[in-house]
C-alpha cells in the first residue's frame, strides 16, 4: 500500500469511516483520561511525550485483524521525551493509539519481564505479563505471557541504542533494521512471532518482501532468550481510564535516570497535548 500524505505531513488521515470513528474516540478517550482519572495517592510519574518528528521510521502497510483491514503505519525506532530528556523507545502496543507531539503522566517503575500485577490507581502494579494475559493487548496464558515479555525485554536491551548493524541479519540499513525490529516487537507480543505472513497482525505483500527475512531473523534471536529477565528494560505505561481505555504503552532501556514529578502538573500538560496532537503512529490514508 502506498501511504499518502496529506497537507500536514505529519498527520495521519483516516483510510475508512471506521478508521475516522476510532480516531474521534481516541482523541476524546484521552482527554477523559486527563480529565477524569484519579491517581493513586502513591503514584509518582513522569512527563511522557512521542515527539512529533520521527526521523528513523519507515512507512508500512500493516493489518491488525488477520487482513481485513490494512492500513498505512510509521514504523521503526521512535523517539521521545521522559521528563524532557530525550529517549528512543520502542512500541510495545498494537491495540491503542496515540498522537505524535502527544503525550501523559507515565509510570515507569516495573521492567518488561517483572511479573504480572494488578490495575490499581490507573497503572498496573507489574511488568508486561499483566496486559497480555488479560485482554488489553491481548489474552494468553501467564507461562507465554512471560516468555513474549522476555523476548520483547531482550530486543530492546540489545539493540534500542544500536547506531549500526553488522549485517547478521541480511542487512546492513540502519533504518530496515529498526523498523524490522519494531515489527518483530508487534508480532511477538500479539502473535507469538509467527512471522509478517500469518495471525491477527501481518503485513502487506511489499512489507513482507521487504522485512520478512530481517523480521524471521530478530523472532529467531528473541525466541533464544524466552526467559530472559532484564534489569534495564523498562515498560512506559500510559494511565488508565475508568472504562479501560488508554493511550498507547512504549519501552525504553533504563527510565531510572529520570527524575520523578508529581502528579498535578503532569496531569495539566496531558490534557494540553491530548487537545493539540497533530497525528498517530498510526499514518492513514484519506478517502
Same mark, same amino acid.
Not at 523507545?89 to 517483572?114: E, F, K, Q, R, S
Given at each position: 500500500?502506498?501511504?499518502?500524505?496529506?497537507?500536514?505531513?505529519?498527520?495521519?488521515?483516516? *483510510?475508512?469511516?471506521?478508521?475516522?470513528?476510532?480516531? %474521534?474516540?481516541?482523541?476524546?478517550?484521552?482527554?477523559?483520561?486527563?480529565?477524569?482519572?484519579?491517581?493513586?495517592?502513591?503514584?509518582?510519574?513522569?512527563?511522557?511525550?512521542?515527539?512529533?518528528?520521527?526521523?528513523?521510521?519507515?512507512?508500512? /502497510?500493516?493489518?491488525?485483524?488477520?487482513?481485513?483491514?490494512?492500513?498505512?503505519?510509521? &514504523?521503526?525506532?521512535?523517539?521521545?521525551t521522559?521528563?524532557?530528556?530525550?529517549?528512543? &523507545?520502542?512500541?510495545?502496543?498494537?491495540?491503542?493509539?496515540?498522537?505524535?507531539?502527544?503525550g501523559?503522566? %507515565?509510570?515507569?517503575?516495573?521492567?518488561?519481564?517483572d511479573?504480572?500485577?494488578?490495575?490499581? +490507581? +490507573?497503572y498496573y502494579?507489574?511488568?508486561?505479563?499483566?496486559?497480555?494475559?488479560?485482554?488489553?493487548? *491481548?489474552? &494468553?496464558?501467564?507461562?507465554?505471557?512471560?516468555?513474549?515479555?522476555?523476548?520483547?525485554?531482550?530486543?530492546?536491551?540489545?539493540f534500542?541504542?544500536?547506531?549500526?548493524?553488522?549485517?547478521?541479519?541480511?542487512? *546492513?540499513?540502519?533504518?530496515?533494521?529498526?523498523?524490522?525490529?519494531?515489527?518483530?516487537?508487534?508480532?511477538?507480543?500479539?502473535?507469538?512471532?509467527?512471522?509478517?505472513?500469518?495471525?491477527?497482525?501481518?503485513?502487506?505483500? +511489499?512489507?513482507?518482501?521487504?522485512?520478512? /527475512?530481517?523480521?524471521?531473523?530478530?523472532?529467531?534471536?528473541?525466541?533464544?532468550?524466552?526467559?530472559?529477565?532484564?534489569?534495564?528494560?523498562?515498560?512506559?505505561?500510559?494511565?488508565?481510564?475508568?472504562?479501560?481505555?488508554?493511550?498507547?504503552?512504549?519501552?525504553?532501556?533504563?527510565?531510572?535516570?529520570?527524575?520523578?514529578?508529581?502528579?498535578?502538573? &503532569?496531569?495539566?500538560?496531558?490534557? +494540553?497535548?491530548?487537545?493539540?496532537?497533530?497525528?498517530?503512529?498510526?499514518?492513514?490514508?484519506?478517502?
Amino acid at each position: 500500500m502506498n501511504a499518502i500524505r496529506s497537507s500536514n505531513s505529519n498527520k495521519i488521515i483516516s *483510510t475508512t469511516r471506521r478508521s475516522i470513528r476510532t480516531l %474521534a474516540l481516541a482523541a476524546l478517550c484521552t482527554v477523559g483520561m486527563a480529565a477524569g482519572f484519579t491517581p493513586s495517592a502513591n503514584a509518582v510519574t513522569k512527563n511522557f511525550v512521542l515527539l512529533g518528528n520521527q526521523p528513523e521510521v519507515g512507512i508500512v /502497510g500493516l493489518t491488525e485483524n488477520g487482513g481485513a483491514n490494512y492500513g498505512s503505519y510509521y &514504523v521503526g525506532r521512535y523517539q521521545a521525551t521522559l521528563n524532557n530528556a530525550t529517549i528512543h &523507545v520502542n512500541c510495545v502496543d498494537l491495540t491503542h493509539n496515540i498522537y505524535l507531539g502527544g503525550g501523559y503522566a %507515565a509510570d515507569t517503575d516495573y521492567h518488561l519481564t517483572d511479573a504480572a500485577g494488578s490495575l490499581a +490507581g +490507573g497503572y498496573y502494579q507489574g511488568g508486561l505479563s499483566s496486559v497480555l494475559t488479560n485482554g488489553d493487548f *491481548t489474552n &494468553v496464558s501467564n507461562t507465554i505471557a512471560k516468555q513474549r515479555s522476555s523476548e520483547s525485554a531482550y530486543l530492546v536491551d540489545k539493540f534500542m541504542d544500536a547506531s549500526s548493524f553488522s549485517g547478521a541479519s541480511g542487512s *546492513t540499513s540502519l533504518l530496515d533494521n529498526l523498523v524490522a525490529i519494531q515489527l518483530t516487537q508487534w508480532d511477538i507480543l500479539q502473535n507469538g512471532g509467527d512471522g509478517l505472513g500469518a495471525g491477527s497482525f501481518q503485513t502487506d505483500a +511489499g512489507a513482507q518482501a521487504q522485512y520478512g /527475512g530481517l523480521v524471521g531473523y530478530y523472532e529467531n534471536l528473541a525466541g533464544q532468550h524466552s526467559g530472559y529477565k532484564s534489569s534495564s528494560a523498562y515498560w512506559i505505561q500510559a494511565p488508565v481510564s475508568e472504562n479501560g481505555g488508554h493511550s498507547q504503552d512504549f519501552a525504553m532501556v533504563d527510565g531510572k535516570n529520570h527524575a520523578d514529578v508529581p502528579e498535578p502538573g &503532569v496531569y495539566a500538560m496531558f490534557a +494540553g497535548l491530548a487537545v493539540s496532537g497533530i497525528g498517530f503512529i498510526r499514518r492513514r490514508r484519506s478517502r
